[in-house]
T-cell receptor, first 114, second 112 residues
Framework: DAGVIQSPRHEVTEMGQEVTLRCKPI?????LFWYRQTMMRGLELLIY????????DSGMPEDRFSAKMPNASFSTLKIQPSEPRDSAVYFC????????????FGSGTQLSVL | DAKTTQPPSMDCAEGRAANLPCNHS???????VYWYRQIHSQGPQYIIH???NNETNEMASLIITEDRKSSTLILPHATLRDTAVYYC?????????????FGKGTLLTVNP
C-alpha cells in the first residue's frame, strides 16, 4: 500500500487566495483526520471523519476553514480566504477505527501564506 | 484523556538503549498508553501501545509500571535514524472518541 497520500507537498500563496489541500487515505480505512502543526501550538486536530461523515470539527479554527470527504478515497481541506497565520504543516491521517488504533499519517503539506 | 509529562529532550549514544520516560499519574483504568514519533519533516509514526502489560514489537518495548502512573519506551539499539520527537499519549481505546491529542513530546537525539 502506498500509505496516506497528500498533495501538494508544498504550497506558497498570497494572503486572500483560496487554498485546497488534498488527501487520499489508505484503502479500507474508515477514519480520516486532518491535523495542523506549528511551532507555537504543536500538532492540533482540526476535524475527523468516519465513513465519509464529519464527526468532530471542533478544532477547525474558523469559518474560513472547511473540509469535505466526498468518498472513501478522497478528502479536501480548504482555506478561503487564506491568511499569513494559516502558515503551517497540514497532515492527513487515516485509521481502521475500532479494530485498529494505529493512525497512519501522510507526509504533510507545508503551507506558506505570504 | 489523562495528561502526560515527558522530558523535553534526551541524548543517547548510537548502539545503546534509549529509555524514554512518561508520567501519566491521572490515568484511568480504561486508558491506554500510546507512543508515536515524528522524524523531522515527516508525519508522526505509530510505535506501540499498551494497557497494563509490557509490550514489545519490532520497533520498541513498552514498560508500564504496576500502578500504571508511568511508562518507559525502550529502543534497544538506537541508531541515528531514531533521532526524532517521541510523543506519549494516553487515551481510551475504542468507543466514540477518536481524538489523539499530541503534547510537546521528547526530542531524542542519537549521537554517533
Amino acid at each position: 500500500d502506498a500509505g496516506v497520500i497528500q498533495s501538494p507537498r508544498h504550497e506558497v500563496t498570497e494572503m486572500g487566495q483560496e487554498v485546497t489541500l488534498r488527501c487520499k487515505p489508505i484503502s479500507g480505512h474508515d477514519y480520516l483526520f486532518w491535523y495542523r502543526q506549528t511551532m507555537m501550538r504543536g500538532l492540533e486536530l482540526l476535524i475527523y471523519f468516519n465513513n465519509n461523515v464529519p464527526i468532530d470539527d471542533s478544532g477547525m479554527p474558523e469559518d474560513r476553514f472547511s473540509a469535505k470527504m466526498p468518498n472513501a478515497s478522497f478528502s479536501t481541506l480548504k482555506i478561503q480566504p487564506s491568511e499569513p497565520r494559516d502558515s503551517a504543516v497540514y497532515f492527513c491521517a487515516s485509521s481502521q477505527g475500532a479494530t485498529n488504533e494505529k493512525l497512519f499519517f501522510g507526509s504533510g503539506t507545508q503551507l506558506s501564506v505570504l | 484523556d489523562a495528561k502526560t509529562t515527558q522530558p523535553p529532550s534526551m541524548d543517547c549514544a548510537e548502539g545503546r538503549a534509549a529509555n524514554l520516560p512518561c508520567n501519566h499519574s491521572t490515568i484511568s483504568g480504561n486508558e491506554y498508553v500510546y507512543w508515536y514519533r515524528q522524524i523531522h519533516s515527516q508525519g508522526p509514526q505509530y510505535i506501540i501501545h499498551g494497557l497494563k502489560n509490557n509490550e514489545t514489537n519490532e520497533m520498541a518495548s513498552l514498560i508500564i509500571t504496576e500502578d500504571r502512573k508511568s511508562s518507559t519506551l525502550i529502543l534497544p539499539h538506537a541508531t541515528l535514524r531514531d533521532t526524532a520527537v517521541y510523543y506519549c499519549i494516553v487515551r481510551v481505546s475504542g468507543g466514540s472518541n477518536y481524538k489523539l491529542t499530541f503534547g510537546k513530546g521528547t526530542l531524542l537525539t542519537v549521537n554517533p
